[in-house]
C-alpha cells in the first residue's frame, strides 16, 4: 500500500514532475544536509526555490539496536507525525516551513519507507548556528526580546493544546532577517499530545532544551523575561519558581 499527497500548488511544473510519487522522491539526488539511522535530508532546487526531502526508512541502519525492527510495525511510522505535526502548527497558527508533499509505504502491514518534502524558507537561520557564529544580533537587547517574545508565544501555544515538541532546540527555530525578524518552528517528529503528569514533565523538557543554550548566551534577566512572557504573568508566582527550578535542573547530571 502507498500513499502519497502532494500539494495542489507544487503540482504543476517542474515541481511536479520530481515530486510527483514516492518513487520519484526516493530517486532524487541533492546536496546532503543531515543524516541519521532512519533518515536522510537532501536539499534540492527547482525552478528557482530550494526544498528539504527528508526520507526515512523502515528498519535503520544500526544493526546494534535491535528494536530498531520493531518501528515497522509498533506504533505510527515517525514520517507520519512530522507531517501531521506540521500541520498541527499551521492549526496552532504556528509559523513553520510549507509542506509540499509526504506519504509512505507499507506492505503487509510493515512500514517499508516514507518521504516529506517542505519548501526552504528563505533567508533564515537556525538559532544555533547563530549561537555557534557568535552572532552579534544575540548581543542586541532589543533584537532578543523580540525573538524570545515570539518563541514564548509558539511554545505556550503548543503546550497549552496539551502538545509538547520533544526536541525544542536553539536548532529548530529559524529567523529570518531583518531588525524584527519571524520565528519558525521547524523538524518535529517526536512531538505528541499528552495529558497529566506526563504532559508536565514534557511541558519542563521542552523548556529545558531552550534554556540548555539560554544560559550560555543570554542573561539571567532575559531568561526570566522569556518565562513571564510564557506564563503571561507580570511577576513570578511561588508555583512559578518552583517551575523554574525544574527548568534549570533538568539536565543536571546529564550534560
Known amino acids: 500500500m502507498r500513499f502519497w499527497w502532494l500539494n495542489p500548488d507544487y503540482a504543476q511544473g517542474a515541481s511536479g514532475e520530481m515530486f ?40 535503520g541502519k544500526n544493526p546494534q539496536r535491535r528494536w530498531f525492527g520493531l518501528r515497522r510495525w509498533l506504533g505510527p511510522p515517525r514520517v507520519r507525525n512530522e507531517w501531521r505535526n506540521l500541520q498541527a502548527f499551521r492549526v496552532l497558527g504556528v509559523p513553520t516551513a510549507t509542506l509540499v508533499a509526504f506519504g509512505l509505504e507499507r506492505r503487509f502491514g510493515a512500514f517499508i519507507r516514507g518521504a516529506l518534502i517542505t519548501e526552504e524558507i528563505p533567508q533564515t537561520t537556525d538559532l544555533a548556528q547563530l549561537a555557534r557564529a557568535g552572532d552579534p544580533r544575540l548581543r542586541d537587547a532589543r533584537w532578543v526580546r523580540h525573538v524570545a517574545r515570539q518563541i514564548a508565544d509558539i511554545a505556550r501555544r503548543l503546550h497549552r493544546a496539551h502538545f509538547a515538541h520533544n526536541d525544542f532546540k536553539w536548532r529548530n527555530l529559524l529567523v529570518d532577517g531583518g531588525d524584527e525578524p519571524t520565528v519558525y518552528l521547524i523538524d518535529c517528529p517526536s512531538g505528541n499530545h499528552y495529558r497529566g503528569a506526563i504532559l508536565d514533565y514534557r511541558i519542563v523538557k521542552d523548556l529545558a532544551c531552550l ?16 518565562y513571564l512572557d510564557y506564563v503571561q504573568h507580570p511577576r513570578l508566582t511561588a508555583d512559578d519558581r518552583k517551575q523554574i527550578g525544574r527548568i534549570v535542573n533538568f539536565f543536571a547530571g546529564r550534560d
Open 20 to 59: 510527483a510519487d514516492l518513487e520519484s522522491v526516493f530517486a532524487l539526488s541533492g546536496e546532503p544536509i543531515a543524516a541519521d539511522s532512519l533518515a536522510r535530508v537532501l536539499r534540492v532546487e527547482v525552478a528557482g526555490k530550494r526544498y528539504y526531502v527528508k526520507r526515512y526508512s523502515g528498519t
Open 211 to 226: 534554556d540548555k543554550l539560554a544560559r550560555r548566551h543570554l542573561s539571567r534577566s532575559q531568561r526570566l523575561r522569556f
